[in-house]
């Protein structure tokens, strides 16, 4: 936090600052979701077909049966772009999301 050297007037500037991940783009990310008692088997499924396009149904029920009886479940493996950006849009739908390396 700095303040504004403006004649007194004590207006405080917030610096932001971002952290950035090292990423290495040969590596690829599993999406993992977790189990989730907000929301119904059968939301859990279509929010993974409506999020991630190339899930078939069976998948998608296999992936949330995974989260229900093991805690979490793999939804796929992608390179770190993508990985983010299906996680973030797991996240936006309600669901516990989170990546790992592979």
Same mark, same amino acid.
């Given at each position: 936090?700095?303040?504004?050297?403006?004649?007194?007037?004590?207006?405080?500037?917030?610096?932001?600052?971002?952290?950035?991940?090292?990423?290495?783009?040969?590596?690829?990310?599993? @999406?993992? !979701? $977790?189990?989730?008692?907000?929301?119904?088997?059968?939301?859990?499924?279509?929010?993974? #077909?409506?999020?991630?396009? /190339?899930?078939?149904?069976?998948?998608?029920?296999?992936?949330?049966?995974?989260?229900?009886?093991?805690?979490?479940?793999?939804?796929? @493996?992608? !390179? $770190?772009?993508?990985?983010?950006?299906?996680?973030?849009?797991?996240?936006?739908?309600? #669901?516990?999301?989170?990546? /790992?390396?592979?």
């Amino acid at each position: 936090l700095s303040t504004g050297g403006g004649g007194g007037r004590g207006a405080a500037v917030l610096e932001r600052t971002t952290v950035k991940r090292k990423v290495d783009p040969g590596k690829r990310y599993k @999406v993992l !979701i $977790f189990n989730n008692e907000m929301h119904s088997k059968e939301e859990v499924v279509k929010i993974l #077909l409506r999020t991630v396009p /190339e899930l078939s149904p069976p998948a998608a029920r296999a992936i949330m049966e995974a989260a229900h009886t093991q805690g979490f479940g793999v939804v796929g @493996v992608w !390179i $770190f772009e993508m990985a983010e950006a299906y996680c973030d849009l797991l996240r936006s739908n309600g #669901l516990k999301s989170d990546l /790992e390396e592979e």
